[in-house]
């Protein structure tokens, strides 16, 4: 197996987490988003979506979608557990997944993309030439603070974001979270009490410190 990542983009940055807290150990090839080496030839043979992350298989198979590969490798490593153990906890998973992707990483990524001048002609992930649209970014603004309120009030009563237990919508939110401090240039636990105490639980986990 091998997993092409990149430390500085928070998709494959889920992914390796996971590999962290499932002990688990993948040959991983370093792709450079920043220098564009995900829009050459070469990579685009790997992904034509010209996008991280990307699982190939020992048989040449190659996933993409950081949501996908995690599932997979649940199945072939079942423990330790971090995408729900019965029907509810499973749905639960799944559910934070969307709920953290559509409502907060997306309201992130339409700030850093129609706001930033690396981003220019490439608004949208893929090899399409797409314009920013500066709109978005500040819409994004506000759309990414209504995330945090929920997410706040939220974990005001749930230890972690699906519940009870660490699982992998924790992993979801953490690299969100830490995205959105460095994209939107401040930290969205400040004054988010329920936020900060999850956090930081989340970033004292060996696993997550080690891959992080
Ligand atoms: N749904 C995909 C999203 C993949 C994605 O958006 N990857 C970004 C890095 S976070 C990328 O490869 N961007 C390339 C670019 O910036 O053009 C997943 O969860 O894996």
Same mark, same amino acid.
């Given at each position: 197996m091998k997993f092409y990542d990149c430390r500085t983009a928070p998709s494959p940055q889920k992914v390796r987490l996971?590999? !962290?807290?499932?002990?688990?150990?993948?040959d991983t090839v370093e792709v450079d988003l920043r220098s564009l080496e995900h829009q050459r030839p070469e990579f685009l043979a790997i992904n034509p979506a010209a996008s991280v992350p990307?699982?190939?298989? %020992? %048989?040449?198979?190659?996933?993409t979608?950081?949501? &996908?590969?995690?599932?997979?490798?649940?199945?072939?490593h079942p423990e330790p557990n971090l995408m729900g153990r019965d029907a509810r906890e499973q749905a639960l998973v799944l559910m934070w997944n969307d709920i953290q992707t559509f409502e907060g990483y997306l309201a992130v990524q339409e700030v850093l993309r129609n706001a930033h001048p690396a981003f220019q002609r490439r608004?949208?992930?893929?090899?399409?030439?797409? %314009?920013?649209i500066p709109a978005l970014a500040e819409r994004g603004r506000l759309?990414?603070?209504?995330?945090?309120?929920?997410? %706040?009030?939220?974990?005001? #009563? #749930?230890?972690?974001? !699906?519940?009870?237990?660490?699982?992998? &919508?924790?992993?979801?939110?953490?690299?969100?979270?830490?995205? !959105?401090?460095?994209?939107l240039r401040e930290d969205p636990t400040e004054g988010r009490a329920h936020l900060r105490r999850w956090r930081d639980a989340v &970033?004292?986990?060996? &696993?997550?410190? #080690? !891959?992080?």
């Open positions: 996971f590999i !962290a807290e499932k002990g688990l150990e993948i990307v699982l190939e298989l %020992d %048989d040449g198979m190659r996933l979608e950081s949501l &996908a590969i995690c599932h997979y490798l649940e199945q072939l608004a949208l992930v893929g090899p399409e030439p797409y %314009d920013q759309r990414s603070a209504r995330y945090f309120e929920r997410l %706040d009030a939220h974990l005001a #009563s #749930s230890q972690w974001v !699906a519940g009870p237990r660490f699982t992998y &919508a924790d992993i979801v939110g953490f690299v969100y979270l830490r995205f !959105a401090t460095r994209t &970033a004292r986990r060996p &696993a997550i410190e #080690s !891959a992080s």
